[in-house]
């Protein structure tokens, strides 16, 4: 019958390859949070605009990414761009398929929160000899960053655990480490346990860091 | 032989007493009005007296039921009582019909023609037979008031318990629930009801009760006790509220 | 082209197996949901700390490594799965955690006093869930419980990976086979958006309704 013979001290001596690949999955996810960032505020502008074409652009993109898998995205990235010319490392279609991923759902989220703010903010903004670009960035960005906090960092833990998906194309991140260790000793249930502990702690790690970000940078502003 | 008596009632939050050993009957087809300032207790004995207060000290005896202390009230003290909320609490996914006789299918399970005539009986009684298949978001406050109040008389209880019924609404709104609740008098129904609107106790019921820091103040027929108050905290919210 | 048109039909029959790696987990996952969701608002400790371990560990774990650890991790305990009923063992896990979550929420939206109005009316805690709660919880969670039903729908290609022949690994197959990713690959997300698309706009939609219900 079963063999619940659990061996887990053979993950042990490959935990450095563990933590390295732990490392990649930690640097692509804030890479392209931050980057994704950018991009969604400048995206949530476009789709909020009055200029048409833009404003189309932008809701076709969110659409298209929200309804077609990451792997799919990841796939056309890294193999399909090739017969044009574009040839990415599996590290650079890694991190330009997670910003797309990432910014799919947060332009929708910060378009929300650019609402939210009220249109009082803007006069004031005018009044004090604002531009457009500088309202954007000193008075809508923080204020729409602000009221979206709880939904931009759960997006930001998804992209943490959607990750795992780039060891499809050999980026060695965490999930990628873990399938070469087991490849190795054969301890498939174990390894793949300790995987699941290490993204389980990540993400506890997100919660509590952003929970500190929240206390520090936002909280005062009430 | 009173329909409710309250016996050396005491409930306290933590460090709070908000009821202090208090005593009170209600007579069979008196309407009784407790008033009094927010934290008064009048709220939460009137939640106590219904079965959804757990209180530390006394005893409530309602009809042939008795709620001991430190005891959740048991599905069959519900027999006896018809709760009328401040919000209303109609069930929104139920028509106005369904909401008055949800309770008689699915807990007394009574027979359809049994339970068709008294659902059909309470909302006319309440004026809005002819919203019987309405849903409560196409009514207005005073109207979804009334239906809660049908909601209660269907169960056909032996004491109606109304908790500042009329607060949630609009001033126009609130005639029409006064009409309702004067007509309930007039045909002799048991009322308890808890305000801090002293026009409308004054208006419903015949005994006043005045409620302050968990124990009675005073208490009376209702035109002898409003004009003439003997304490100093009654006069003092009486006068608050002419001011008004 | 043609090796593309030639794979066509076996396109279609791994579309098929994609349904179904998404129907079936939608089920099952939605029995075992509901348990979790009540679970999670029951009076005793144990079944409210069960249901949320079971939520913090499906929450917090890729799917892709809950399909490794299903397929890969079994094997190595004994039983050997066939990688399609791996595939929807985990995907069911995988669901029961999210629309658990989601129905908990949802219970626990519907006012308290919804729950002290059918206490008067002498209702128990059962009949009250049942007959008064439950229809209120289940119109608050639509929007979202759809919208989860989206991501199912593309996390099923997930299931690529560990073997199972639905579409994105026939797509990868034909990609190989014809040397034109851009057209096979572009193929493949056009007929992922087909099958997503019509669950997000009905959840937008209802959104829409519940707010301007409001």
Known sequence: ??????????????MDALLKGALLTITLTVNASVIGLVVSLLGAYALMSGNKPAAT?????????????FLVQLLFMYFALPSIGIRLSANEAALITMIMNFTGYTIEILRGGIQAIPSTQLDSAKSIGFSKVQ????????????????????????????????????AEDLTAAANYIQSLNFRSFEVYLVTAGIYLSLT??????????????????? | MPIVSVRQLSKSYGENTVIDHLDLDIDQSSVVAVLGRSGSG???????????????????????????PMQAADQSYFRNIGIVFQHFN??????????????????????????????????????????????????????????????????????????????????????????????????????????????FAQTVADHVVFMHKGKIHEQGKAHEVIRQPKTDEFAQFLGIANKL | MDTVIKYLPSLGTSALITVALFIVPAVCGAVIGLMVAIART?????????????????????????????????????FRLPPALSAIIALTLYAAGFLGEIWRGAIQAVPQTQWEAARSLGFGRTRALLLLIAPQAIWIALPATVGFLVSLMKVTSLAAIIGVVELTKTGMMIANLSFEPMLVYGLLGAIYFMLCWPMSRLSRHLEMVQHANR
């Open chain 1, 1 to 14: 019958m079963a063999n619940l013979n659990l061996q887990f001290w053979h993950v042990w001596p490959h």
């Open chain 2, 90 to 199: 109609l069930f929104p996914h139920l028509t106005a019909l369904s909401n008055v006789t949800i309770a008689l299918r699915k807990v007394q399970r009574l027979d359809k023609e049994l339970v068709a005539k008294r659902g059909r009986k309470a909302l006319e009684t309440v004026g809005l037979w002819e919203k019987a298949s309405a849903y409560p978001a196409r009514l207005s406050g005073g109207q979804q008031q009334r239906v809660a109040i049908a909601r209660a008389l269907a169960l056909e209880p032996k004491i109606l318990l109304l908790d500042e019924v009329t607060s949630a609404l609009d001033p126009e709104l609130v005639e029409e629930v006064i009409g309702v609740l004067r007509s309930l008098a007039e045909r002799g129904d048991t009322m308890l009801l808890v305000t801090h609107d002293i026009r």
């Open chain 1, 135 to 170: 309202t954007f960035i000193f008075v809508v960005a923080p204020q729409a960053i602000r009221n979206t906090f709880p939904s931009l960092t759960s997006q930001f833990s998804l992209l943490l655990l959607g990750s795992s998906v780039v060891s499809a194309i050999s």
């Open chain 3, 42 to 78: 029951a009076k005793s400790l144990l079944p409210r700390e069960l249901g949320k371990l079971f939520i913090f560990a499906i929450q917090g774990t890729p799917v892709l490594l809950l399909l490794l650890i299903v397929h890969y991790g079994i094997a190595t305990i004994g």
């Open chain 1, 204 to 222: 506890a790690l997100c919660r509590i860091t952003f929970a500190t970000v929240w206390h520090l940078a936002f909280r005062r502003w009430e």
């Open chain 2, 42 to 68: 009048k709220s939460t004995l009137l939640r106590c007296i219904g079965g959804l207060e757990v209180f530390q000290t006394g005893q409530v005896a309602c009809g042939d039921q008795v709620l001991l």
């Open chain 1, 57 to 69: 652009f932008a809701r076709a993109y969110v659409e298209v990414i929200r309804n077609t898998p």
